[in-house]
C-alpha cells in the first residue's frame, strides 16, 4: 500500500479543497495509508471506535454546532475523545470558526488542522477521490504505455525489438503515448488498474538513431496523456521464437497476465520483415473491442464450418 504525508496532501489540494493550515504545524510528516475520510461525530461524544488512526478526520455543521453546545470542561474532553488515536489530519469544513481549544489540542499533538469553505459533503467527496489514487498499491513495469482507439495497451518485449520505433509510429497516426521504458500501475479499484508516467519521463520518448524526443514539441498537446486505465497487453516477439512451438492460428484461447491481482487480456503478435505491426496494433485493438461486445470472429467462423460440414453429411 502506497502511503502520503500531510504535508505532500496539502501541497497538491489546497487549492481544490480551499484548505487553510491554521494548527499542527509540525506534523506534515505524518502518513496517510488509507483513503478513507471519516466524519466523527460519535467520537466527539466518546465512541472511541469511530476513531481511525492515519486518517483525515472532517468536522462539519454538525459536529462543531455539537462542540459549541457543550460547556469547557465538556468541550475539552470531546476534543481528547477526538484526538485519542494518531489522527494524520483535522479539516473543519464550512468556513466554521474554529475553537481556541481545538487549536490548542492540535499543537499539543501535533496533529496538522485546517480550515475549508467548502461544504464538508463536497470536501469529503473530492478528497477521498484524491486518496484513492495517492495510496493506490502500485508497481512498475517496463514498456511502452499507449493509448490507441481510446485503450490503453501496454506494449512489451525485449530490448531492441521495436517498442519505441512503434510507439512513434501510432503516434504519428493519432494515438497518444502515457510512458515510454517504464510505467507505473496503480489499482484504484478491485477490477481498475492505472497507468502513469514517473514525472522525470513525462513526455520523452527514446528512439534508437534519434536519441530522447520530446513528444509534446514534435507532435502537439494531444499526443501525450498522464494517465490511463490498463485495458490490454501486447507482446511482441520474434516470429522465429514460434518456429518450434505450434501456433495457434485461431486463438481459441485468451490469454491474461496478471498485474497487482488483476486479470488483464494478453496477445502476442510475432515481429517478421515485412509485417505492419502498427496495423496489426489497431486491429488487435479493435478486434478487443469486438470480444467485449461479444463479437467473436472465431467462434463466428467455427459456427459457420460446423454448419456447413453438417450440410455436406
Not at 159 to 187: M, P, Q, T
Not at 272 to 278: E, P, S, T, V
Not at 293 to 302: D, E, H, L, P, S
Amino acid at each position: 500500500m502506497a502511503q502520503i504525508n500531510v504535508a505532500e496532501l496539502f501541497k497538491q489540494t489546497r487549492r481544490k479543497l480551499k484548505l487553510n493550515w491554521v494548527a499542527g504545524l509540525n506534523g506534515g510528516s505524518k502518513t496517510l495509508t488509507s483513503e478513507t475520510v471519516s466524519k466523527p461525530s460519535l467520537a466527539l461524544i466518546g465512541h472511541l471506535n469511530f476513531v481511525h488512526p492515519n486518517r483525515v478526520q472532517v468536522l462539519g455543521c454538525a459536529e462543531m454546532d455539537y462542540l459549541r453546545s457543550l460547556n469547557t470542561a465538556d468541550a475539552t474532553r470531546a476534543i481528547g475523545n477526538l484526538y485519542s488515536t494518531d489522527l494524520a489530519a483535522i479539516i473543519v469544513a464550512n468556513g466554521e470558526k474554529v475553537p481556541d481549544t481545538l487549536m490548542a489540542a492540535a499543537n499539543s499533538h501535533t496533529t496538522p488542522l485546517f480550515t475549508s469553505t467548502l461544504r464538508s459533503p463536497e470536501l469529503m467527496d473530492i478528497l477521498s477521490h484524491f486518496l484513492a489514487q495517492a495510496v493506490a498499491e502500485s508497481v512498475s513495469r517496463h514498456g511502452v504505455f499507449m493509448e490507441v482507439q481510446g485503450f490503453g495497451a501496454l506494449i512489451k518485449g525485449d530490448a531492441g525489438i521495436g517498442k519505441s520505433e512503434l510507439a512513434l509510429e501510432l503516434i504519428s497516426r493519432g494515438h497518444r503515448i502515457i510512458a515510454d521504458d517504464i510505467v507505473d500501475f496503480f489499482r484504484i479499484s478491485p477490477e481498475r488498474i492505472e497507468g502513469r508516467c514517473p514525472p522525470l519521463l513525462q513526455d520523452f520518448l527514446e528512439v534508437r538513431g534519434l536519441g530522447i524526443l520530446n513528444i509534446r514539441a514534435l507532435f502537439g498537446d494531444n499526443s501525450v496523456k498522464p494517465t490511463k486505465p490498463l485495458d490490454l497487453i501486447i507482446q511482441l516477439e520474434m516470429a522465429d521464437t514460434h518456429a518450434q512451438q505450434p501456433l495457434d492460428r485461431l486463438r481459441v484461447k485468451t490469454e491474461h497476465e496478471d498485474v497487482l491481482g488483476v486479470k488483464i487480456p494478453k496477445i502476442h503478435i510475432p515481429i517478421a520483415a515485412g509485417r505492419n505491426i502498427a496495423v496489426l496494433v489497431e486491429v488487435a485493438i479493435r478486434n478487443h473491442m469486438l470480444l467485449l461486445r461479444g463479437v467473436n470472429g472465431t467462434k463466428q467462423f467455427t459456427q459457420r464450418q460446423m454448419r456447413e460440414m453438417k450440410k455436406s453429411k
